[in-house]
């Protein structure tokens, strides 16, 4: 069967602006509704570990799942209004900044998903800090409220599942992370 067959029959259809926001658009096409990013750049998470192999979490609270969530240091590209342009390896550089208080010498691209292929059209790159130093607390911007949490790169995995007994939402993405961050020699 080709690709064609198994496409659905309104894959193709007209799509239609249902909502525009700040940050999002709603979409319609058949009938699908999927959510847009306003910015072209999409996301991107930030594999970061200390020089004392540590690996950086984020923590804050998410008004669409009512809950503290922990991430990894993570960003909008090109949200910025003098940097539409910028790529996910500059963003990623910016973020970590931001949000860590870490300053890393390069990034490297790991990999490129969806972060919701049923939801959203977003793409979310996976990239690779390298040869981290402590610059500022971080914290995030003035609209954040960031808590950083370096975590042994050996007890990541069940840090995250303790706090996740503990009431945080986990993204699963995160899972990926480590796994990628215990790869990475594939990837730079």
């Not at 996910?88 to 490129?112: D, I, N, W």
């Amino acid at each position: 069967m080709n690709d064609i067959q198994r496409k659905p029959e309104d894959a193709d259809a007209p799509s239609e602006m249902l909502y525009q926001g700040r940050w999002l658009r709603l979409r319609r096409r058949g009938r699908w509704e999927y959510a847009e990013r306003n910015n072209p750049g999409g996301a991107v998470i930030i594999l970061a570990v200390t020089p004392e192999d540590k690996v950086l979490f984020v923590e804050q609270y998410r008004v669409a799942v009512q809950k503290f969530t922990i991430e990894m240091p993570a960003g909008l590209v090109g949200d910025l209004a003098d940097q539409q342009h910028e790529s996910s390896l500059v963003a990623a550089q910016r973020e970590l900044e931001e949000e860590t208080g870490y300053r890393c010498s390069r990034v490297s691209f790991v990999h490129e998903g969806p972060s919701s292929s049923g939801m959203s059209n977003e793409m979310i790159a996976f990239v690779r800090a390298h040869d981290l130093v402590k610059v500022s607390d971080g914290g995030g911007d003035t609209t954040e409220n960031i808590i950083v949490h370096e975590v042994p790169r050996s007890e990541a995995g069940a840090w995250l599942l303790a706090r996740a007994k503990d009431g945080y939402s986990i993204d699963p993405k995160l899972f990926a992370g480590l796994w990628f961050i215990e790869h990475a020699e594939s990837f730079s």
